[in-house]
Nanobody, 121 residues
Framework: QVQLVESGGGLVQPGGSLRLSCAAS????????MGWYRQAPGKQRELVAGVTSGGDTNYADSVKGRFTISRDNAKNTVHLQMNSLKAEDTAVYYC???????????????WGQGTQVTVSS
């Protein structure tokens, strides 16, 4: 069984920083892309940032220059460093990973349980 466990959410003032982490565990052969999504109340879940196994990254326009995604392939972890946080960044943040369970399998999508990020004074 594969699990994605997120950590690092919380309450922060506007302009502050938070670092989210996501660790994948279980019977994992390899992990392709990993990413962070967020969902604010009343809104659809949206991509925040993604990173491939080779280290290529992409970001939502709203977070470019403020957020940085990184991953540690040896530890099956992905991080999201969030700086200059704004009230509109408030949301539940979810980790997503495309995971192969064996060399012959197709990548399967796994999600974390989500971690709340609240930006407020």
């Amino acid at each position: 069984q594969v699990q994605l466990v997120e950590s690092g959410g919380g309450l922060v003032q506007p302009g502050g920083s938070l670092r989210l982490s996501c660790a994948a565990s279980g019977s994992i052969f390899s992990i392709n892309a990993m990413g962070w999504y967020r969902q604010a109340p009343g809104k659809q879940r949206e991509l925040v940032a993604g990173v491939t196994s080779g280290g290529d990254t992409n970001y939502a326009d709203s977070v470019k220059g403020r957020f940085t995604i990184s991953r540690d392939n040896a530890k099956n972890t992905v991080h999201l460093q969030m700086n200059s946080l704004k009230a509109e960044d408030t949301a539940v943040y979810y980790c997503k990973a495309l995971i192969l369970l064996s060399w012959a399998s197709v990548p399967q999508v796994y999600w974390g349980q989500g971690t709340q990020v609240t930006v407020s004074s």
